[in-house]
């Protein structure tokens, strides 16, 4: 079975400063890809990233970085310079090579960010 | 459209009424999932379509949740006897190549209320 783990149910930070939301994952495959989605307030999930078991490089995307470190089972995301627009609840997901099932992502119970003017 | 459709957005059902959710996903995209998402939880999987054969339904609760894609297009997802516990966000998702999350894209949910 798989697991993700969000710890940080809530941030709050002023607007400018970096961020990090942590994420954990448990899984028995070898194969899987990791993912971190944005849900804005209308409630639409927002695709940021897919990262695969096999690559480890960290990826910067604008104010956007990811961590995936398979030794501690870890995927996190910074933002740099927070604005007051990336206020939302951010996932992070789970999703394993399928065996006879369709790929299913398992998601964390999410991080609500909150970014003060 | 542009995106994925899900109709109606807010509903509030009576305790054993029956419901149903509509999802209108991006023309030609052959996969479609269900998802449910309770207040202050991650979503988690319902069932999943590939055009018009439903094959994965282990995510559903219990034998009130019905989905269906009769043409491959338009999905449905009925709840009879709704419960309070049924009350939460419903989404739907849909992709054009089945299995990838980067290619899901996901409606803005039905809110669904139970009372």
């Known amino acids: 079975a798989q697991k993700v783990t969000q710890a940080q149910t809530e941030i709050s930070v002023v607007e400018k400063e970096d961020v990090t939301l942590d994420c954990v994952y448990e899984?028995?495959?070898?194969?899987?890809?990791l993912f971190w989605y944005k849900q804005p307030p209308s409630g639409e999930l927002v695709f940021l990233i897919r990262r695969n078991s096999f690559d480890e490089q960290n990826e910067i995307s604008g104010r956007y970085s990811w961590n995936f470190q398979k030794s501690t089972s870890s995927f996190n995301f910074t933002i740099t310079a927070s604005q007051v627009v990336d206020s939302a609840v951010y996932f992070c997901?789970?999703?394993?090579?399928?065996?006879?099932?369709?790929?299913?992502?398992?998601f964390g119970s999410g991080t609500q960010l909150t970014v003060l003017p | 459209g542009a995106g994925v459709s899900q109709s109606p957005r807010y509903k509030v059902a009576k305790r054993g009424q029956d419901v149903a959710l509509r999802c209108d996903p991006i023309s030609g995209h052959v996969s479609l999932f269900w998802y449910q998402q309770a207040l202050g939880q991650g979503p988690e999987f319902l069932t999943y379509f590939q055009n018009e054969a439903q094959l994965d339904k282990s995510g559903l609760p219990s034998d009130r949740f019905f989905a269906e894609r009769p043409e491959g297009s338009v999905s449905t997802l009925k709840i009879q006897r709704t419960q309070q516990e049924d009350s939460a966000v419903y989404l739907c998702?849909?992709?054009?190549?089945?299995?990838?999350?980067?290619?899901?894209?996901f409606g803005e949910g039905s809110w669904l209320t139970v009372v």
């Open positions: 998702a849909g992709g054009d190549r089945g299995f990838s999350g980067n290619t899901i894209y």
């Open positions: 899984t028995r495959d070898t194969t899987y890809y």
């Open positions: 997901a789970l999703s394993v090579v399928p065996s006879g099932s369709a790929r299913q992502l398992t």
